[in-house]
């Protein structure tokens, strides 16, 4: 190869290190801008729907309270969380006594509630705000063999009883005795209730903490969120979380399914 070949291969442009290291460095973080630019909103869209839901699902449980309130009182109660204690109270009464039912009075934070209770109120409670489970029970049944003195036939008739209707069996005249009993065993699937309580948080906007607002007249009742304006809070400098009221409920109808 000549000289002037040789030198003509040299002077050929090339990068220099230090600048594709840096080209490498823009493109990174060109990525990751982009991806916080997608990412970043979408995790605030997912953040303010979950706060519309519970805000939602909140109302809903207000809702069913004012329900209660008005089956135990024949009124609607402005202040949610007075109707949460109440209707609490009436259910923990109906847990701890069978007999708490038909017209009762209720002494609750100096003042007296006059309310018509329904037989066993806290299962109705319970399958309203409680989450359910299934749980496989094992029954033992006990069968009775007894004697009955057949009067038509004047011979003693053989029966088999089931244990829960045994004593009904042995107050007959006609009983004779036990001969023998049976015993066996079999699986059932039952539905339990957990515990529910309800508390302050649940009569409370998730967003704004502020009880939600319930107004009274005669046409019924409306339950509505706090939040007037809309919400707005920074987030990650460059990006905003926003909100609006979630709406209301109007004699158990719902704004948001209109």
Known sequence: MSKEVEEYVDDTPIFKPALVKALNYIALLLALILIIVIYVPTVIWEEEAAFRREGRRRMIIVNNVEQFYHQLTGTYQENPLKAMQIVTAVRDSTRADSNYHGQQKLVFDD?????????????????????????????????????????????????????????????????????????????????????????????????????????????????KDPLEDEYRERRYFFFTFKDTCHGWIENSQKSWDN
């Open 111 to 223: 003042s007296i509630y006059k309310v018509n209770v329904p037989k066993n109120f806290y299962t109705y409670f319970d399958t309203t705000f409680a989450f359910s489970y299934r749980k496989k029970d094992t029954l033992i049944d006990t069968t009775y063999k007894v004697t009955k003195w057949n009067n038509e036939l004047f011979t003693w008739d053989t029966l088999f009883i089931l244990a829960n209707r045994w004593r009904t069996v042995q107050s007959d005249s006609a009983y004779g005795s036990v001969v023998g009993v049976e015993y066996s065993e079999r699986i059932m699937e039952n539905t339990y209730y957990r515990p529910y309580y309800l508390t302050e948080k649940h009569a409370t906007s998730p967003l704004i903490g502020e009880l939600y607002r319930i107004t009274v007249d005669s046409s019924g009742y409306k339950i």
